[in-house]
């Protein structure tokens, strides 16, 4: 049963301790790296077939898989997802960035230039669940921003690779799609083989030998985010559907084990009712023992003595997803500092940001929500800054620079700056 909180009688440790699930992998996953770089496709092919049951005689998936796959979706659903990456698509637009001159001074031009990345590897996982959802959460933005190539990676579990994931993939634009999972599709991604060609980011969620991976390689390449089990808080006031609330708390809950979902209200009556109402649906999940674990683990209901408290008990949480249900939420929208995405109302359940909506759903979790963003076309582009001086105008500031040069005792930067006026003169 979740457990309830009066958030000024019990201590911080208490209502903000989570537990987690600590697995120490990275000696395996330092192995498996290592093995991929000197083995290159040979180990892939043998670890595709030690992890995922898979007998590989080729490694990339041909277009006549592709096509095989997209076949076999069934037309509502692809349909879905074609509106799905619309939603996506349109959202993303929004964020992208112009190039900028600025002519400050007489004899200056300053500028800010936008570049894509050239090459980019989507990782998708093929463990309890598939993900078609992260393809176009992942894919769609990249292409927004102008990457070169899109190179996608996904277990083909027993062999066989998920028509769901696949048709994902032709509708986001995916360029090449290869048969592999695991801390060795992120080597493989990082520093290239026969067959995978090296990519300069890899976003995309995955178990902890994934996380790892990424935190390994992160350097030889740029990545996106160590991201931990998934989060759920929703506020919620004494008038809002118990049924509803408890719904949206297992929606997150159902994810892992190590999920959270939280509650906090003002209303004891509610709170009540909602940890009766996850008792009475958990009973009907396919993913019970899962969303189980979950809310007698992570899950709780803190009783705040106001909204505006429960929104200060959550700028604290930082929370990956946050629900406002009251009638009306946008007031307290200013008062957000830290959430990964934010739910507004009674009729916007974080599922939405999952699948339709348009909002990216790879979002920082375990508090880094305070200091990180969700993904979004930023994090497909890299900025390089220009600049350019006439002669006059060096002239005018070259003695200014070799005095902050010297200053800081670098005398050659400070003759860079004098050089060019002294031979003018020796002429």
């Given at each position: 049963?979740?457990?309830?909180?009066?958030?000024?009688?019990?201590?911080?440790?208490?209502?903000?301790?989570?537990?987690?699930?600590?697995?120490?992998?990275?000696?395996?996953?330092?192995?498996?790296?290592?093995?991929?770089?000197?083995?290159?496709?040979?180990?892939?092919?043998?670890?595709?077939?030690?992890?995922?049951?898979?007998?590989?005689?080729?490694?990339?998936?041909?277009?006549?898989?592709?096509?095989?796959?997209?076949?076999?979706?069934?037309?509502?659903?692809?349909?879905?997802?074609?509106?799905?990456?619309?939603?996506?698509?349109?959202?993303?637009?929004?964020?992208?960035?112009?190039?900028?001159?600025?002519?400050?001074?007489?004899?200056?031009?300053?500028?800010?230039?936008?570049?894509?990345?050239?090459?980019?590897?989507?990782?998708?996982?093929?463990?309890?669940?598939?993900?078609?959802?992260?393809?176009?959460?992942?894919?769609?933005?990249?292409?927004?921003?102008?990457?070169?190539?899109?190179?996608?990676?996904?277990?083909?579990?027993?062999?066989?690779?998920?028509?769901?994931?696949?048709?994902?993939?032709?509708?986001?634009?995916?360029?090449?799609?290869?048969?592999?999972?695991?801390?060795?599709?992120?080597?493989?991604?990082?520093?290239?083989?026969?067959?995978?060609?090296?990519?300069d980011k890899i976003v995309g969620p995955g178990n902890a030998f994934v996380a790892e991976a990424k935190r390994q390689v992160f350097g030889q390449v740029s990545i996106d985010m160590i991201a931990g089990p998934s989060e759920i808080l929703v506020i919620a006031d004494g008038k809002s559907d118990p049924a509803v609330v408890a719904a949206d708390l297992l929606s997150q809950a159902e994810h892992d084990k190590m999920a959270s979902a939280v509650l906090v209200t003002e209303s004891r009556t509610l709170a009540e009712a909602v940890a009766a109402e996850i008792e009475r649906q958990l009973a009907e999940l396919p993913r019970a023992e899962i969303a189980r674990e979950s809310i007698e683990k992570n899950g709780k209901i803190i009783l705040a003595e106001s909204i505006v408290q429960a929104v200060e008990i959550s700028n604290r949480i930082a929370p990956e997803h946050l629900e406002i249900c009251v009638d009306e939420p946008f007031q307290y929208l200013p008062m957000i500092r830290h959430a990964g995405s934010v739910f507004l109302g009674r009729n916007a359940p974080e599922a939405l940001g999952d699948y339709f909506a348009g909002p990216n759903h790879t979002l920082p979790t375990s508090g880094t929500a305070r200091f990180s963003s969700p993904l979004s076309v930023d994090d497909f582009i890299k900025k390089s800054t220009f600049t350019y001086y006439t002669k006059d105008a060096l002239a005018k500031e070259a003695g200014k620079i070799a005095r902050f040069a010297e200053r800081e005792g670098l005398h050659a930067h400070a003759r860079s700056a004098l050089i060019r006026a002294e031979k003018e003169e020796q002429q």
């Amino acid at each position: 049963m979740i457990r309830i909180y009066e958030y000024n009688q019990v201590g911080d440790a208490e209502i903000f301790a989570r537990q987690e699930k600590k697995q120490d992998v990275s000696g395996a996953v330092s192995r498996i790296i290592a093995d991929v770089r000197q083995n290159g496709d040979d180990a892939l092919k043998r670890y595709g077939q030690e992890f995922d049951n898979a007998e590989l005689q080729t490694l990339e998936v041909s277009a006549e898989e592709r096509a095989a796959a997209l076949a076999a979706v069934d037309a509502d659903f692809l349909e879905i997802l074609r509106e799905a990456a619309a939603h996506i698509r349109a959202f993303h637009e929004k964020q992208k960035r112009q190039d900028f001159v600025a002519a400050e001074r007489e004899g200056v031009l300053l500028g800010q230039r936008h570049i894509p990345l050239e090459r980019v590897g989507l990782y998708v996982p093929g463990g309890t669940a598939s993900y078609p959802s992260t393809v176009l959460m992942d894919c769609i933005p990249a292409k927004i921003a102008g990457v070169g190539e899109i190179i996608m990676t996904t277990p083909a579990k027993n062999g066989k690779l998920n028509s769901d994931v696949l048709a994902a993939a032709e509708v986001a634009g995916v360029d090449r799609i290869f048969k592999m999972g695991g801390a060795q599709a992120v080597a493989a991604l990082a520093y290239g083989t026969e067959s995978v060609p090296r990519v300069d980011k890899i976003v995309g969620p995955g178990n902890a030998f994934v996380a790892e991976a990424k935190r390994q390689v992160f350097g030889q390449v740029s990545i996106d985010m160590i991201a931990g089990p998934s989060e759920i808080l929703v506020i919620a006031d004494g008038k809002s559907d118990p049924a509803v609330v408890a719904a949206d708390l297992l929606s997150q809950a159902e994810h892992d084990k190590m999920a959270s979902a939280v509650l906090v209200t003002e209303s004891r009556t509610l709170a009540e009712a909602v940890a009766a109402e996850i008792e009475r649906q958990l009973a009907e999940l396919p993913r019970a023992e899962i969303a189980r674990e979950s809310i007698e683990k992570n899950g709780k209901i803190i009783l705040a003595e106001s909204i505006v408290q429960a929104v200060e008990i959550s700028n604290r949480i930082a929370p990956e997803h946050l629900e406002i249900c009251v009638d009306e939420p946008f007031q307290y929208l200013p008062m957000i500092r830290h959430a990964g995405s934010v739910f507004l109302g009674r009729n916007a359940p974080e599922a939405l940001g999952d699948y339709f909506a348009g909002p990216n759903h790879t979002l920082p979790t375990s508090g880094t929500a305070r200091f990180s963003s969700p993904l979004s076309v930023d994090d497909f582009i890299k900025k390089s800054t220009f600049t350019y001086y006439t002669k006059d105008a060096l002239a005018k500031e070259a003695g200014k620079i070799a005095r902050f040069a010297e200053r800081e005792g670098l005398h050659a930067h400070a003759r860079s700056a004098l050089i060019r006026a002294e031979k003018e003169e020796q002429q």
